[in-house]
């Protein structure tokens, strides 16, 4: 993997007195960074090995509550353990933090030390063992699009996330005068993300007042989405440390524009582009025409893992730059899946469906189960769809609700077989508590609405 820090380079930093502590992080459901601090003594001594964490770490939400309906684990159960197995090709220094390191954790079962299948690292590890068998290897990026707000974390939180304000004041995509404003904080956050060996290639304003947006190199699938996860967090690190806020809610007022996670991805062969075919259309080899035909085909039944909460699915509207149709065009921002690099080496596929909410190695993994499957099942991929496809009546729709793209998981026969019924289910059931937890809430627009004139 990417790290940038080995053991024996760790322990003279200890003994310099350059580290002493080291953050050891499994992902969660959600994306997050979750675990524990050593101080690099133990962490030396024994915890490089492993150390243990609460089941229930893959059976959260965001307030980590814990909801029933889990077959991993439960009250009845217990809640006993898993294996947190240190990766310590991951191990690197995260310079935003005094004398820390970092090293990311697979999960294991406690009995048998096999990988949890439901954790999100093993599903992104099991799609490119599939995919290396067929003889490639996927290259994939994501783009990190989020808003910065002037207030803190806390102070939004005690006035209860109202009269919010974006560190800008007017659209500021690719506005260099705006963003020398927040450089501030955004020159932190690429310059220390590059020094913790996350590839940033750079940051712009997006469409909207306050959204940035970070772009890193693309890199192997798991390397991927490893660097993701660790800028995400940095971001909000970095912003909390300067007094101000950062979200990665895809919508959080309904006027703007929302924040998304656009994912970019080829597959390679020895070394290779596959994708790549200079005599043919676009330069679109068969196999990348079969694998772009994978991802339209069953693109409903994934989207819950690009569209993970209630809120993902308010941002999917015609005049926004996000999708609202799964079909394909070529370099054309309304569609939900764009070529980029039409006739070159770098040709690839984009898909613009995920939102800045998703867990990048679930999202990952199930674009590549999807597009295996357009492989193996030598799947035709249509005629590029031109024009403002947001008025193309004819194409098929995003699904248009958390509800609906929970049910068209349930009911996915590619991902039962790509991924197995008990990890099918176990995000069926994620998704579950998400909706029933929003059905409970009594929202502001209820009661702007129906106060007085219900």
């Not at 690292?121 to 068998?133: P, T």
């Not at 390397?223 to 806020?245: P, Q």
């Amino acid at each position: 993997m990417a790290g940038n820090l080995t053991i024996e380079e760790l322990r003279k930093a200890a003994e310099a007195g350059g580290i002493d502590t080291v953050l050891v992080c499994c992902v969660d459901m959600q994306g997050r960074l979750m675990g524990k601090r050593f101080h690099v003594t133990n962490f030396l001594e024994s915890s490089h090995e492993e150390t243990h964490c609460c089941n229930y770490m893959l059976a959260t939400d965001l307030e980590m509550a814990t909801p029933d309906g889990y077959a991993t684990t439960s009250w009845q159960a217990g809640y006993g353990d898993y294996v947190m197995k240190p990766d310590l090709s991951t191990m690197r220094r995260v310079p935003w933090l005094e004398g820390t390191a970092l090293v990311l954790c697979d999960l294991l079962d406690h009995h048998t030390h096999e990988p949890v299948p439901q954790s999100p690292r093993q599903i992104l590890k099991v799609q490119r063992a599939r995919l290396k068998e067929l003889g490639y290897e996927a290259m994939m990026a994501t783009e990190l699009e989020f808003f910065l707000f002037e207030q803190s974390y806390r102070d939004l939180a005690r006035s209860g996330y109202r009269d919010l304000q974006p560190i800008s004041d007017y659209n500021e995509d690719y506005h260099i005068l705006q963003t020398t404003k927040e450089e501030g904080i955004m020159r932190p956050v690429r310059n220390h993300l590059v020094a913790a060996g996350v590839p940033v290639e750079n940051s712009k304003g997006e469409a909207e007042t306050g959204q940035e947006e970070l772009n890193i190199r693309y890199a192997e699938a798991l390397d991927c989405a490893d660097h993701h996860t660790i800028a995400k967090h940095a971001v909000k690190e970095i912003a909390w440390m300067h007094g101000k806020a950062a979200t990665f809610l895809p919508k959080w007022d309904a006027r703007k524009v929302g924040s998304s996670s656009h994912v970019h991805m080829s597959l390679w062969a020895d070394g290779k582009p596959a994708f790549y075919d200079k005599d043919a259309d676009h330069g679109m080899s068969e196999l990348m025409r079969h694998f772009m035909a994978g991802l339209i085909e069953y693109a409903d039944e994934y989207t819950v893992f690009l569209a993970p909460y209630v809120n993902s699915y308010k941002r999917f509207m015609k005049g926004t730059f996000a999708p609202t149709r799964l079909v394909w065009s070529v370099d054309n921002r309304t569609a939900g899946f764009r070529l980029c690099g039409e006739g070159s080496k770098g040709v690839r596929v984009e898909c613009r469906i995920g939102g800045s909410d998703l867990n990048p190695f679930l999202a990952l993994a199930v674009l590549l189960a999807a597009g295996i499957a357009g492989i193996e099942e030598k799947l035709e991929l249509a005629e590029p769809t031109r024009g403002d496809i947001y008025q193309n009546e004819k194409a098929r729709h995003i699904p248009s609700s958390l509800r609906e793209a929970t049910e068209t998981l349930r009911g996915s026969k590619m991902l039962r077989a790509a991924l197995g019924d008990a990890v099918v289910d176990h995000y069926v059931r994620c998704a579950e508590w998400e909706q029933e937890e929003f059905d409970k809430a009594v929202t502001d627009w209820e009661l702007k609405r129906g106060f007085e004139r219900a």
